[in-house]
């Protein structure tokens, strides 16, 4: 059975993270395609676990409003489109700066674009590796962050896209 564009309810029951070299975030998520569903206690309509890289800060070159970057030698600002071909972009060509990743939009993309990937191909039931090993070691400071532990146990309602 293939829905498309279906309601969906998403609750994240667990965040944590993997055991092992990656040290990847670990979100066991559960959808059901209704709140009736939900709130009647219904089992899960798919349920699925993700394994992503998240940092809670990273660096992007500085942009002024109309797209252009800004040259750490001279500070002025260009087009990147306009740069000669033949150039060679030495580290420190441009000036970066440190920004703060916001990671819940980051997870509620990642279980969104899942739930139209799997509704799209008809894909339900339980999708969880059982194998994946977690807990709550915090080596990236991704579990600690209260914008994270907030969705946790949320109920969240997406209408259908059209």
């Given at each position: ?107 509620a993309q ?28 915090d080596p ?7 914008d994270v ?14």
């Amino acid at each position: 059975m293939t829905i498309r564009n279906a309601d969906m309810i998403y609750v994240i029951n667990e965040i944590s993270t993997e055991v092992g070299v990656n040290q990847l975030t670990y979100i066991l998520v559960d959808y059901w395609l209704s709140q009736a569903s939900h709130d009647k206690g219904d089992p899960p309509h798919l349920s699925n676990d993700f394994r992503i890289r998240l940092r809670p800060t990273g660096t992007r070159v500085v942009k002024d409003d109309q797209g252009r970057w800004k040259r750490s030698s001279d500070g002025v600002f260009v087009f990147f489109k306009d740069l000669p071909e033949e150039i060679d972009l030495p580290g420190g060509f441009f000036e970066v700066e440190a920004i703060t990743i916001d990671l819940p939009a980051i997870i509620a993309q990642a279980i969104e674009n899942y739930w139209d990937r799997a509704t799209a191909s008809g894909i339900t039931g339980s999708n969880v590796n059982p194998r994946i090993k977690r807990d709550i070691n915090d080596p990236h400071a991704i579990l600690s962050r209260p914008d994270v532990q907030a969705m946790k146990g949320k109920i969240v309602v997406r209408n259908a896209r059209s």
